[in-house]
């Protein structure tokens, strides 16, 4: 009964409806949502983007707290007739879905700013739950149970990261608590990846706040600040990959590097350019 659903969208399979839904189950990772967070926190809003990512990271931390505490197995684990078309996007268990929790969490955090491309978001939210119906990696009780959680834990985390900030901004570091106790209960990789960016963006962010105020009002093209971002990005990654042993220490200082280069030196970088630029522009003038 759980996976009737999952076994009538595959009654309508084809190679060109495997590739629609693995896209669309792609835009769910959760790497992805980093990038369009780091975007709103450097080119858009930086209190705003702040608020994305803490309850980002913070829902996904609580996804897996979950998941590892009732262990339910993925539904083409317990039926034959499924077809797992997802090959590499389903490690561990299945409720539930963090794919649909993580894309909830991140439509209604927009929709909660900007309404029009928060109904845009909460489609794409939707179709990301039914390709993974559709790949057989979890139930319909799966997808509704994430989407759930992630509306109501993303209007809670900024409510309180609101509340928090407006007390000592410090305070935010609560928030990791449980990223490092769920890290060390069930050891999961993805985990202390999100757990590594999640530490070093809030300390990065604390450290700019007090000490160099970016604002992403600052005068520089949106364009330009997203290909310094990835170009960033791609710096640290590539070659840490290449060079460090795939161990956990290792593993968290790479990602630990990334969340420091979104929320504290890339913004001093563009602090630095713009001041360089505004005294260009000055010479020019006199």
Not at 91 to 112: D, E, K, L, N, T
């Amino acid at each position: 009964m759980l996976v009737s659903w999952n076994l009538f969208l595959q009654s309508f399979s084809s190679p060109v409806l495997d590739k629609v839904f693995l896209l669309f189950s792609y835009l769910g990772n959760e790497l992805i949502f980093m990038a369009v967070v780091a975007a709103i926190y450097l080119c858009i809003d930086k209190e705003k983007g702040l608020h994305l990512a803490i309850s980002l990271f913070s829902s996904f931390t609580l996804n897996s707290g979950i998941k590892d505490f009732l262990k339910i197995p993925r539904p083409f684990e317990y039926n034959d007739l499924l077809r797992r078309i997802d090959l590499t996007m389903s490690p561990g268990y299945s409720f539930p879905s963090a794919h649909a929790q993580m894309s909830s969490s991140m439509a209604v955090g927009i929709a909660r700013y900007y309404r029009k491309t928060g109904v845009f978001c909460c489609i794409l939210a939707l179709l990301i739950g039914i390709s993974r119906i559709y790949l057989g990696v979890h139930t319909p009780v799966d997808i509704c149970a994430g989407f759930v959680l992630g509306i109501l834990w993303t209007l809670f985390s900024i409510y309180l990261s609101q509340r928090l900030i407006k007390r000592r901004k410090y305070l935010l570091l609560l928030y990791l608590f449980p990223c490092y106790l769920f890290y060390f209960w069930h050891h999961d990789k993805n985990l202390l990846k999100l757990t590594a960016v999640f530490t070093s963006f809030l300390i990065g962010y604390l450290i700019e706040d007090t000490y160099l105020h970016y604002s992403a009002s600052l005068k520089l093209h949106a364009g330009f600040k997203m290909v310094l971002l990835l170009v960033g990005c791609a710096a640290i990654k590539i070659p840490l990959k290449l060079l460090l042993p795939d161990i956990p220490l290792c593993i968290y200082f790479s990602y630990f590097l990334l969340g420091l280069w979104i929320s504290l030196f890339c913004p001093w970088l563009l602090l630095v350019l713009k001041q360089k630029k505004s005294r260009k522009d000055n010479a020019v003038l006199k």
